[in-house]
């Protein structure tokens, strides 16, 4: 069986992939992370668990956190096994 | 030697700035799918918070293939997606059905069941909030007993939560599992069981809602795995017609390695009013659930 | 060439269903159009049409299904009745607003309660403000036709709008009548493969339906309204392209008996146009002046064509099968609509609403609707809306 696909002049409800969907989170972000990279194990919980999938770990550099798009939930600092991300009140 | 699946796998799929609320298990668990699936899965999601969180068109928070659909069909739809895709031979995209406890234990109960009877071939997943969140914390049938909800508001729930994955059971799919986001690579191997699997997947995810659940959005993924290690949620996976603990949950066959329930009751602010003899009786619902399980392993 | 079939007006859309060469059928028993379902599961079983049938445990899922598998890429069909089509209302809203092709039968039957298995027209006017393409037949052999075009109709880029054709149960529906089938090979070439707007099959990221701010909503609804407009030429279009392969001339979307010059003009749809028709020419006989516009499809409203018919007679009197209680028929108020749109100088125009719970109304009874009707217009007595009822016979 075959499948024309033959798109439509018409406005169609079709969305596509997009970062940022619902803006960026500095404005209203509450706490930030903060992570000691030392400390840091590269144990991967933070990332894996991270809703917003912004936080990525390197085994050489250790965490970085994408902070436009972090909503400061701080699920991040409670899975880390070893304390190495504090949560701080944003200024 | 290659990269874990977890989490360099899920970097790409789920983007960042969605439209949850801080600290929701939603986009957690599309980590854990992506890292299975990549992009290629078909998500059909009725009416849920998911139909939130994907964020508004022209834009999606997910490079994957998503079809909205009507509160009670997911189920149905999925079927026709699965059968079709079959028909043009197309094997190398997971159709999953991404469904609310309110979209699968209430609305989308008989098109559930009847797809499960047809045996389609994709993977249903329930993530269970344990309330219709979207709609500002109603009480579902998979709400459990004694908790506050907007419409249990002073007395708490008086019923017993549906169990769904039993029900499951009894359709004698070839697959039932219960999953937890506390337990993320757990859920990710049960994917990969599923995707291996020909027919009709059932998995029940239970995904802590911070906002209807009433704590502190920090503290999904503990809350998700206190509810195991009080043995109020039991992972397990139902194929070759016996249960199989998992291995969070298989410790916890002995009752004196589980938790005490109120470990995990007050954490939230929905069991704020329980009285002891809710407790109690919430206690005895575990152990009541743990016989059950016993004597189908 | 193809060959002649008695067959009932089910069996009729189920043949069409399979020369579309549809992939996947779902579908829910409910009578009357069972066997329209019945007929496609023994074609599938039998290796006579290939394709998947998935048998549903609803009305609501068999749409449902559909749905998802037009999505991914297949000519998709099902058939409903009554109380099934009420309950698959949502689905029915969600198809045509995806803009995804699908066609489905509708053997119309009495709404409950009562319990009532007789046909009127009131389930299939539900659905009148849903998107779909509309057409209803008045005969078996217009049941295939109309059931095959709505494949090439419902899957033209100018349109992408699933497309509905009814029939009346019973009447139709469980009544045999010869039915010329085209030769296979002629319709494959005309309708060609399956066609639509996009598919999601997993070989793009595409998200169906997110949430949409209001404006972008309208502008979706918008062209489904353009799509309507511009369905009305395709379906003629459709409709001339295939006379020549059934060798049949074409009637668009009204069919004109004897409504050229009428003086009086009746407007219906459905199979009790027959009857009309008998009563008309026996009114021309006794030196009525009558002609009849028949509505062959309901949505898009073929408003220019009745008026264009109805702008020269004196009076016109339009049947329905089905109210909106409260109001009027719904043929009736979108022939006045129509009308009134192209001028302000409207003839006379009456409403006769019959034949509700499968109450059978003869050509007699249109006969004496009509003496009647012709006797208000010329005495400008007109009673404006009328039910007209009737026991026995």
Same mark, same amino acid.
């Given at each position: 069986m075959r499948v024309v696909v033959e798109p439509s002049r018409y406005k169609i409800p079709l969305a596509r992939p997009s970062i940022g969907v619902a803006g960026k989170t500095g404005s209203w972000r509450l706490e930030r992370p903060i992570v000691d990279n030392n400390a &840091?194990?590269? &144990?991967f919980l933070c990332e894996i668990h991270c809703p917003v999938n912004v936080i990525r770990v390197e085994p050489e550099t250790g965490v970085s956190i994408?902070?436009?798009?972090?909503? +400061? &939930? +701080?699920l991040c600092a409670d899975v880390c096994p070893v304390g190495a991300i504090k949560m701080v009140p944003e200024e | 030697m290659s990269k874990p699946a977890l989490p360099y796998k899920a970097?790409?799929?789920? $983007?960042?700035?969605?439209?949850?609320?801080?600290?929701?298990p939603i986009p957690i668990a599309w980590k854990v799918l992506s890292a299975v699936f990549g992009d290629k899965m078909i998500l059909v999601i009725p009416a849920s918070c998911s139909s939130v969180v994907v964020g508004m068109y022209p834009g999606n928070s997910l490079k994957a293939s998503v079809i909205h659909v009507p509160f009670a069909s997911a189920a149905a739809v999925a079927s026709g997606v699965a059968e079709a895709l079959e028909k043009r031979g197309v094997s190398d995209v997971q159709v999953i059905a991404w469904a609310g406890d309110g979209g699968?234990?209430?609305?989308?109960m008989a098109s559930l069941s009847g797809a499960a009877e047809r045996n389609h071939n994709f993977i249903y997943i329930?993530?269970?909030?344990?309330?219709y969140m979207n709609t500002g914390i109603q009480r579902s049938s998979s709400t459990p007993r004694g908790a506050w909800t907007t419409t249990t508001?002073?007395?708490?729930?008086?019923e017993e939560k549906k169990d769904v994955a039993r029900i499951m059971i009894a359709h004698g799919v070839p697959y039932v599992a219960t999953a937890s986001i506390g337990y993320v690579h757990d859920f990710y191997s049960k994917l990969v069981r599923a995707s291996k699997i020909k027919g009709f997947k059932f998995i029940s995810l239970h995904a802590p809602c911070p906002v209807g659940w009433r704590f502190?959005?920090?503290?999904t993924v503990r809350v998700a795995r206190l509810a195991v290690e009080t043995g109020l949620w039991i992972l397990y996976e139902y194929y070759d017609g016996r249960i199989h603990l998992s291995g969070p949950s298989r410790? $916890? $066959?002995?009752?004196?390695?589980r938790k005490p329930v109120e470990e995990y009751l007050k954490l939230q602010g929905r069991f704020k009013n329980v009285d002891e003899k809710m407790v109690k009786s919430i206690q005895e619902y575990v152990e009541n659930n743990w016989e059950w399980v016993k004597r189908h392993m | 060439m193809g060959l002649k079939l008695v067959l009932t007006g089910n069996y009729s859309i189920a043949y069409a269903a399979k020369m579309a060469r549809v992939n996947v059928v779902a579908a829910y028993p409910i009578t009357p159009q069972t066997s329209i379902v019945e007929k496609l599961a023994e074609l599938i079983e039998g290796g006579e049409l290939d394709a998947v049938m998935i048998r549903v445990e609803s009305e609501h899922s068999a749409l449902a299904a559909c749905f998802g598998a037009a999505l991914a890429g297949a000519r998709v069909f099902t058939a409903t009745s009554s109380q099934g089509l009420l309950y698959m209302h949502e689905m029915v809203h969600w198809a045509s607003r995806a803009r995804i092709p699908i066609v489905m039968g509708i053997v119309t039957r009495t709404l409950g309660p009562p319990w009532n298995i007789w046909p009127d027209h009131t389930d299939y006017m539900d659905?009148?403000?849903?998107g779909w393409v509309m057409s209803f037949a008045v005969d078996n052999q217009e049941a295939f036709d109309l059931t095959l075009q709505a494949f090439k109709i419902s899957e033209d880029p100018r349109v992408y709008l699933p497309v509905m054709v009814g029939i009346e149960g019973f009447i139709l529906g469980h009544t045999t009548m010869p039915v010329e089938i085209p030769d296979q090979s002629a319709v494959d070439e005309w309708l060609g493969p399956r066609r639509q707007?996009?598919?999601?099959?997993?070989s793009d990221h595409l998200a169906l339906g997110n949430l949409a701010s209001p404006e972008d909503t309208e502008e979706f609804f918008m062209d489904i309204q353009n799509a309507m407009e511009e369905a009305k030429k395709v379906i003629a279009e459709v409709d001339e392209e295939y006379s020549k392969i059934a060798g049949r001339p074409s009637m668009g979307l009204v069919e004109c008996f004897k409504?050229?010059?009428?003086?009086y003009l009746a407007v219906s749809m459905g199979a009790w146009s027959g009857d009309l028709k008998e009563a008309i020419l026996q009114l021309r006989d006794e030196g009525f002046d009558v002609g009849l516009a028949r509505i062959?499809?309901?949505?898009?409203?073929p408003a220019e064509q009745l008026y264009e018919r109805a702008r020269g007679a004196k009076g016109v009197v339009v049947f329905d099968r089905a109210i909106s209680f409260g109001s009027a028929g719904p043929i009736f108020l979108d022939t006045l609509a129509s009308i009134a749109r192209y001028s302000r100088?409207?003839?006379y125009v009456k409403n006769v609403v019959a034949? =509700?719970?499968?109450v059978n109304i003869t050509s007699e009874d249109f006969s004496k609707i009509i003496r009647k009707f012709v006797e208000e217009v010329e005495s400008d007595? =007109?009673?404006?809306?009328e039910w007209y009822h009737r026991r026995g016979g």
């Amino acid at each position: 069986m075959r499948v024309v696909v033959e798109p439509s002049r018409y406005k169609i409800p079709l969305a596509r992939p997009s970062i940022g969907v619902a803006g960026k989170t500095g404005s209203w972000r509450l706490e930030r992370p903060i992570v000691d990279n030392n400390a &840091c194990t590269r &144990c991967f919980l933070c990332e894996i668990h991270c809703p917003v999938n912004v936080i990525r770990v390197e085994p050489e550099t250790g965490v970085s956190i994408n902070y436009d798009y972090c909503k +400061g &939930c +701080g699920l991040c600092a409670d899975v880390c096994p070893v304390g190495a991300i504090k949560m701080v009140p944003e200024e | 030697m290659s990269k874990p699946a977890l989490p360099y796998k899920a970097r790409d799929v789920v $983007l960042p700035g969605d439209a949850a609320c801080p600290g929701c298990p939603i986009p957690i668990a599309w980590k854990v799918l992506s890292a299975v699936f990549g992009d290629k899965m078909i998500l059909v999601i009725p009416a849920s918070c998911s139909s939130v969180v994907v964020g508004m068109y022209p834009g999606n928070s997910l490079k994957a293939s998503v079809i909205h659909v009507p509160f009670a069909s997911a189920a149905a739809v999925a079927s026709g997606v699965a059968e079709a895709l079959e028909k043009r031979g197309v094997s190398d995209v997971q159709v999953i059905a991404w469904a609310g406890d309110g979209g699968t234990a209430d609305i989308g109960m008989a098109s559930l069941s009847g797809a499960a009877e047809r045996n389609h071939n994709f993977i249903y997943i329930m993530y269970d909030n344990e309330a219709y969140m979207n709609t500002g914390i109603q009480r579902s049938s998979s709400t459990p007993r004694g908790a506050w909800t907007t419409t249990t508001p002073i007395l708490g729930k008086g019923e017993e939560k549906k169990d769904v994955a039993r029900i499951m059971i009894a359709h004698g799919v070839p697959y039932v599992a219960t999953a937890s986001i506390g337990y993320v690579h757990d859920f990710y191997s049960k994917l990969v069981r599923a995707s291996k699997i020909k027919g009709f997947k059932f998995i029940s995810l239970h995904a802590p809602c911070p906002v209807g659940w009433r704590f502190d959005p920090r503290y999904t993924v503990r809350v998700a795995r206190l509810a195991v290690e009080t043995g109020l949620w039991i992972l397990y996976e139902y194929y070759d017609g016996r249960i199989h603990l998992s291995g969070p949950s298989r410790p $916890l $066959l002995d009752p004196s390695k589980r938790k005490p329930v109120e470990e995990y009751l007050k954490l939230q602010g929905r069991f704020k009013n329980v009285d002891e003899k809710m407790v109690k009786s919430i206690q005895e619902y575990v152990e009541n659930n743990w016989e059950w399980v016993k004597r189908h392993m | 060439m193809g060959l002649k079939l008695v067959l009932t007006g089910n069996y009729s859309i189920a043949y069409a269903a399979k020369m579309a060469r549809v992939n996947v059928v779902a579908a829910y028993p409910i009578t009357p159009q069972t066997s329209i379902v019945e007929k496609l599961a023994e074609l599938i079983e039998g290796g006579e049409l290939d394709a998947v049938m998935i048998r549903v445990e609803s009305e609501h899922s068999a749409l449902a299904a559909c749905f998802g598998a037009a999505l991914a890429g297949a000519r998709v069909f099902t058939a409903t009745s009554s109380q099934g089509l009420l309950y698959m209302h949502e689905m029915v809203h969600w198809a045509s607003r995806a803009r995804i092709p699908i066609v489905m039968g509708i053997v119309t039957r009495t709404l409950g309660p009562p319990w009532n298995i007789w046909p009127d027209h009131t389930d299939y006017m539900d659905q009148r403000d849903t998107g779909w393409v509309m057409s209803f037949a008045v005969d078996n052999q217009e049941a295939f036709d109309l059931t095959l075009q709505a494949f090439k109709i419902s899957e033209d880029p100018r349109v992408y709008l699933p497309v509905m054709v009814g029939i009346e149960g019973f009447i139709l529906g469980h009544t045999t009548m010869p039915v010329e089938i085209p030769d296979q090979s002629a319709v494959d070439e005309w309708l060609g493969p399956r066609r639509q707007p996009y598919v999601i099959d997993g070989s793009d990221h595409l998200a169906l339906g997110n949430l949409a701010s209001p404006e972008d909503t309208e502008e979706f609804f918008m062209d489904i309204q353009n799509a309507m407009e511009e369905a009305k030429k395709v379906i003629a279009e459709v409709d001339e392209e295939y006379s020549k392969i059934a060798g049949r001339p074409s009637m668009g979307l009204v069919e004109c008996f004897k409504c050229e010059d009428a003086k009086y003009l009746a407007v219906s749809m459905g199979a009790w146009s027959g009857d009309l028709k008998e009563a008309i020419l026996q009114l021309r006989d006794e030196g009525f002046d009558v002609g009849l516009a028949r509505i062959r499809y309901y949505r898009p409203f073929p408003a220019e064509q009745l008026y264009e018919r109805a702008r020269g007679a004196k009076g016109v009197v339009v049947f329905d099968r089905a109210i909106s209680f409260g109001s009027a028929g719904p043929i009736f108020l979108d022939t006045l609509a129509s009308i009134a749109r192209y001028s302000r100088k409207t003839p006379y125009v009456k409403n006769v609403v019959a034949g =509700l719970g499968g109450v059978n109304i003869t050509s007699e009874d249109f006969s004496k609707i009509i003496r009647k009707f012709v006797e208000e217009v010329e005495s400008d007595a =007109l009673v404006p809306f009328e039910w007209y009822h009737r026991r026995g016979g």
